[in-house]
């Protein structure tokens, strides 16, 4: 099974901060990854596709990078609305896997 | 609009068995690939399983956790997903979302849909 690693599991920042979250994966899943944010209580809602393709819709604060086993989602300028959990999922091979998540928190 | 409405969550004992639905509109359900991902209380996520479309032959892949235990079926005509739990233990306990996610077609794949979610509680 492919293992992804994310780092940090949580972070405090504040509003127009730039914020960068990792995941590592164990063996090379050349671009096949998306990075999710869920709020509580919500269904995750996906932001970036093919590690580095804006979702329709998702603001141009997020961008994604990456590609092999080192991938990056960026948020250019924390808004408040940004403050929720991120999780990476790779979907190379079976099982698919996330990595552990991100809690981003108000600073 | 697009819409996975999942059903079917509830209280079941250790052992025990439990269906849950997911009933789909608004895209060709009968193309897709479909996925089960859960997340226990307080937990991150998991990916549970994968059930195919007609064109391949609606085979199946599980994680290890669940397999042999779980069984993913679809119907078609019903646009409906769903999830047979069998030998039912306390850490199956989890929101259940029913899920198309992005990426089976190809890199640019950009459609990835999730249900609400319906909380399975296993407990004596």
């Known amino acids: 099974d492919i293992q992804m690693t994310q780092s940090p599991s949580s972070l405090s920042a504040s509003v127009g901060d730039r914020v960068t979250i990792t995941c590592r994966a164990s063996q090379g899943i050349r671009n096949d990854l998306g990075w999710y944010q869920q709020k509580p209580g919500k269904a995750p809602k996906r932001l970036i596709y093919a590690a580095s393709s804006l979702q329709s819709g998702v603001p141009s604060t997020f961008s994604g990078s990456g590609s092999g086993t080192e991938f990056t989602l960026t948020i250019s300028s924390l808004q408040p609305e940004d403050f929720a959990t991120y999780f990476c999922l790779q979907h190379n091979s079976y099982p698919l896997t996330f990595g552990q998540g991100t809690k981003v928190e108000i600073k | 609009e697009v819409q996975l409405v999942e059903s079917g969550g509830n209280l079941v004992q250790p052992g025990g068995s439990l269906r849950v639905s997911c009933v789909v509109s608004?895209?060709?359900?009968?193309?897709?690939?479909m996925d089960w991902v859960r997340q226990a209380p307080g937990k991150g996520l998991e990916w549970i399983g994968r059930?195919?479309?007609?064109?391949?032959?609606?085979?199946?892949e599980y994680a290890a956790s669940v397999k042999g235990r779980f069984t993913i079926s679809r119907d078609d005509a019903k646009n409906s997903l769903y999830l047979q739990m069998n030998s039912l233990k306390t850490e199956d306990t989890a929101v259940y979302y029913c899920?198309?996610?992005?990426?089976?077609?190809?890199?640019?794949?950009?459609?990835?849909?999730w249900g609400q979610g319906t909380m399975v509680t296993v407990s004596s």
């Open positions: 899920a198309r996610l992005g990426g089976w077609i190809g890199a640019t794949d950009a459609f990835d849909v």
């Open positions: 608004g895209f060709i359900f009968s193309n897709q690939y």
């Open positions: 059930i195919r479309n007609k064109v391949n032959s609606y085979t199946t």
